[in-house]
Each structure stands twice: as C-alpha cells, then as structure tokens.
C-alpha cells in the first residue's frame, strides 16, 4: 500500500483529477448493473410463453396482471401498453406499443454511453500529465544546477508515468464495463422490439377472430 500511495503522490494534482473520474464511472457501473440485471431484465421466453397463453384463452385482465407483478421491468411495460389496447384497432395497439417502446428505451440506455466517454477523459488526462511531466523533466536538464538536476528529472519522470499509468488503470475496466453494459441493454431492446411485434400480431389475430402461437 506504501508504493500505490507514494506512486500517487509522485504523479501530482492529476491523479486526483483522474481518481474523481474513477469514482463517477464506478457509481454509473454499480448503479447500471443494479438497473440492467435486477430491474429492467426479465426472463422474456418464459413471460411473453404466459402471456400468449391468457391471450389465447382471450384472458387480457389477467395478461394485464401478470405484466403489473413485475412492474419494473422493461418488457412488460411495453407489452401492457399493447394489452391494454387489445379491443381497439390494429393502429391504436401499434401506437400504444411504439408509445410504451419510447418511453422505456432511453431509460435503459441511460449513462451507458458515458462509460466510453469517461475511459477516453481518463486516458487524456494520463497522457496530459504525462506530457507535463516530461516538459517538466526537459526543464530540470536546461536550467537546474547540477546539485537538483537528478532530483527534478526523477520527479518528472515520476509524474509522467505514474498519470500514464493510473489514467490506463481507469481507462481499461471503463471500456470492459461499457462492452459488458452495452451487450445487456442490447439483448433487454431486443426483446422488447422482437416481442413487441408478436404481441401485436397476436392481438390483431385475436381481433378478426383467430389467434396464432408465438414463434419461439
């Protein structure tokens, strides 16, 4: 612990820049794997197998209920969008579902984004001190007596490593984490726009008095 602390201090003002933008990306990580994970993920197969089950044997309330007992999630949302319209028209159940879709997007995709921009501050952060630390470096060579001259040059080598080194330390787990993010709010918008579209030919099936199993 001594060497990270004293590595830390040899690399100056910049690596406390550097360790805020360390503890902005670790709650965004914390709060979007909370959101991702635990409350906007479902298991979509199973729901949406339920779901066409009550709406075959034309139970809408009780589709409706089943999508209120997870009333986080995303999936179900959109799909009690549709449900709620499934006596109207096939455009008003389109509407309510594109409506629901828009709504619930941007929420999953929330602060996902800024992982990537956060890891490339991080990154230009690290390079900056590492650019003043090696101006730093050059200056002790031209104008230090020979007494300090080895002394100022270690330090400026010092802070441009040691910014190099801790900028690339936050940097990396940003790029894996948003990697890692992007792939689960992918997969969650998927199902949505996947399910969506067979709830509403389910409906609209259901409308003119036939009704076709969902495809797996």
């Known amino acids: 612990m001594s060497g990270i602390a004293e590595a830390f201090r040899q690399g100056g003002g ?3 820049v550097i360790l805020v933008v360390s503890i902005i990306a670790i709650g965004i990580i914390i709060e979007r794997f909370i959101f991702l994970f635990f409350k906007y993920n479902i298991n979509a ?3 949406m197998a339920q779901i066409q089950k009550l709406v075959m044997a034309n139970n809408i309330d009780r589709a409706i209920k089943l ?5 986080s999630a995303a999936l179900p949302k959109v799909i009690k969008a549709g449900l709620t319209r499934a006596n109207k028209g096939e455009v008003e159940i389109q509407n309510a579902v594109e409506e629901a879709t828009l709504e619930v997007v941007p929420q999953i995709m929330k602060r996902v984004g800024s992982l990537q921009a956060l890891a490339n501050v991080a990154t230009l952060l690290g390079l900056l001190g590492t650019i003043i630390g090696l101006i730093e470096a050059f200056e002790a060579l031209k104008s230090a007596t020979p007494d300090t001259r080895q002394e100022l040059l270690s330090q400026g080598i010092a802070l441009a490593m040691n910014t190099t080194a801790f900028g690339l330390i936050v940097a990396i787990p940003c790029m894996v984490a948003h990697l890692f993010l992007s792939g689960m ?3 969650i918008i998927d199902e949505i726009d996947q399910y969506s579209v067979k709830l509403e030919n389910l409906l609209v099936s259901r ?3 036939g009704v076709n199993p969902l495809e797996k």
């Not at 999508?67 to 009333?71: D, Q, S, T």
């Open 14 to 16: 910049w690596m406390y």
């Open 45 to 47: 197969h199973a729901f």
């Open 67 to 71: 999508c209120n007992a997870a009333p």
């Open 185 to 187: 709010t992918k997969k």
């Open 207 to 209: 409308g003119k008095g």
